[in-house]
């Protein structure tokens, strides 16, 4: 009795149209997805087959190094207080200074003395302060059309030179003793007005540090200015300009961050306290 012949016969074509149908599936899929619509990119050029291909699998076609410009770092000042700057700054000499001082006389007054409340009083600042801002000048890192000119035309033992000069001429900036107008102990918070409360307390809520802590009075932070007898007009212009994001050398955007987050009246009233220093003839 003969059988007839079962669908797993070797002579049935079924198996080998399936197989066959399923590989040209896979090609054509494997084609598409790798090489056809790995070209097409939204809102980018579209990419070389091989690019295509290779951003398809997870890698990355172009072994090359980058091309495209990056940004600057942007750095706020390229001063750090390193032994060797405090070196040079320390090198200044007195006598050379006071040469180079003649061209600062204009603006900063006879002797550093400012008779302007717009521009800076430098007698008596700390010859750190000043050697880091010409610099700052120099660098563009806080630009100002005539302080950038002069400062370039500066070499660093000048600016070393001057700032000796300024630091050691009477009459202008004072740390003042470091109890001067401070409250009590423990008053600090509690009082009403509000710049002697900036100045010897801050602000802990809102993360403002006492100014007295870096600009006295009483003693600096190296490299940061002292206030008291500076011109209020002066003082209050560059808390505003932190605050506006104008001025940009403060280190680690300290300055910054603290004059974003004192109001105007705030801004005025510790300008105020600091200025009130300023003798008048």
């Known amino acids: ?14 198996p080998r149209i399936a197989w066959r149908t399923i590989g040209a599936v896979f090609i054509v899929s494997f084609l598409l997805g790798f090489f056809v619509l790995g070209r097409f990119q939204q809102d980018g050029p579209t990419l070389g087959t091989w690019a295509a291909f290779c951003r398809a699998v997870g890698l ?22 390193t032994g060797n700057t405090l070196a040079r700054i320390a090198s200044g000499k007195e ?3 006071a040469f180079v001082a003649l061209n600062c006389v204009v603006c900063h007054g006879e002797g550093g003395v400012s008779r302007s409340s717009l521009i800076p009083t430098l007698a008596g600042m700390n010859s750190a302060v000043i050697y880091k801002q010409l610099d700052d000048y120099r660098s563009s890192k806080r630009p100002w059309g ?3 000119a002069i400062a370039t035309a500066l070499t660093e033992q000048d600016s070393a030179d001057v700032a000796a000069y300024f630091a050691r001429r009477p009459n202008g900036l004072t740390s003042a003793a470091a109890g001067e107008g401070a409250p009590e102990g423990g008053r600090s ?3 009403h007005d509000p710049a002697t409360r900036l100045v010897f307390a801050g602000d802990p809520g809102r993360g403002i540090p006492p100014c007295a802590a870096c600009h006295g009075p009483g003693v600096e932070k190296l490299g940061a200015p002292a206030l008291r007898g500076q011109h209020a007009e002066y003082v209050e212009r560059q808390l505003g300009a932190f605050a506006q994001g104008m001025r940009r050398n ?3 955007e300290q300055m910054r961050a603290i004059a974003q987050e004192l109001k105007p009246d705030e801004i005025h009233a510790v300008a105020g306290y600091y200025g009130a220093a300023v003798e008048h003839e």
Not at 1 to 14: A, H, I, Q, T, Y
């Open 1 to 14: 009795m003969v059988r007839e012949p079962g669908p797993f016969k070797p002579d049935n074509p079924l």
């Open 60 to 81: 990355t076609s172009d072994s090359r190094a980058a091309v495209e410009l990056q940004p600057p770092a942007r750095t706020p000042t390229r001063i750090a207080w």
């Open 95 to 97: 006598e050379h200074g």
């Open 146 to 148: 005539v302080m950038s």
């Open 189 to 191: 918070l509690r009082q």
């Open 250 to 252: 403060d280190i680690n």
